[in-house]
């Protein structure tokens, strides 16, 4: 394994980044330190304890997804191949093969979950509505068509309600897909998107403008569910928040 790591400014200057506390930005370089070279650490609560980070430190990291976790306990750095360029004389394939199958690599670098290991690992998890949804159809986790899937019309809504201009973009469409694949409608992305808008417009997180939440990877990410059953907050009520301090 190669002994030096790298980081990219484009990676840990950036305002989400800071945003941090300072212990959750130690852990992510000391596990960016720990890595193999695909940018896999097999023993992420030893490397927590080593930094002196807490489990909401572990926790922040992979809300914002700065790393990806597996049900095997193993996490990899998202932007690994970002930070680093390892020379072919040098390169150690990682030991987490099985891990390193569940991913792909985005046109600018970044690790993503496929699909159908994210929507099943979504449902695992997910109560109430959800599962009245994958009850109605065995065939929920198949993967649907692209031509059945209003992804534009869905992106365009969002920008009219938020005043954003996203485009259909494959990373946009493979949330919306992944939430599409579990039986959600064109009115279920809708309804997100009306909640939400009426729930952070004008709010503040952390000093920064809650409206920075308004996009598609938190809109249609695995809260989906949680987004789209709330009942809708009148202006004057306070903003919830998880354990994590981000909001619901």
Request: aromatic share 12%.
């Amino acid at each position: 394994m190669a002994q030096r790591r790298m980081f990219s400014k484009k990676i840990v200057e950036t305002d989400f980044f800071m945003e941090m506390s300072p212990t959750a930005k130690l852990l992510y370089f000391y596990l960016n330190m720990s890595a193999d070279d695909d940018g896999f650490v097999g023993n992420p609560k030893t490397i927590k304890l080593i930094s002196g980070a807490t489990d909401d430190d572990l926790k922040i990291l992979i809300a914002k997804q700065f790393i990806i976790p597996f049900d095997s306990g193993v996490i990899v750095i998202k932007d690994w191949k970002i930070h680093n360029y390892i020379q072919k004389d040098r390169y150690n394939q990682t030991q987490y093969l099985d891990e390193k199958k569940q991913l792909l690599v985005e046109e600018n670098g970044t690790y993503t979950k496929c699909i159908q290991d994210v929507s099943s690992l979504d449902t695992q998890v997910r109560l109430g509505k959800s599962k009245d949804r994958l009850g109605k159809n065995n065939n929920t986790m198949s993967d649907k068509s692209d031509d059945v899937i209003p992804y534009s019309e869905i992106i365009s809504y969002l920008n009219e309600k938020a005043g954003r201009s996203f485009r259909t973009t494959e990373a946009h469409k493979r949330f919306i897909k992944a939430r599409w694949n579990e039986n959600y409608k064109l009115d279920d992305f809708k309804r997100v998107v009306d909640n939400k808008v009426a729930d952070w417009t004008g709010k503040t997180i952390n000093g920064q403008p809650a409206e920075k939440y308004l996009q598609p990877s938190t809109l249609f990410g695995t809260k989906f569910d949680n987004y789209l059953n709330q009942t809708p907050m009148r202006q004057e009520q306070a903003q919830p928040y998880d354990d994590l301090g981000l909001p619901f």
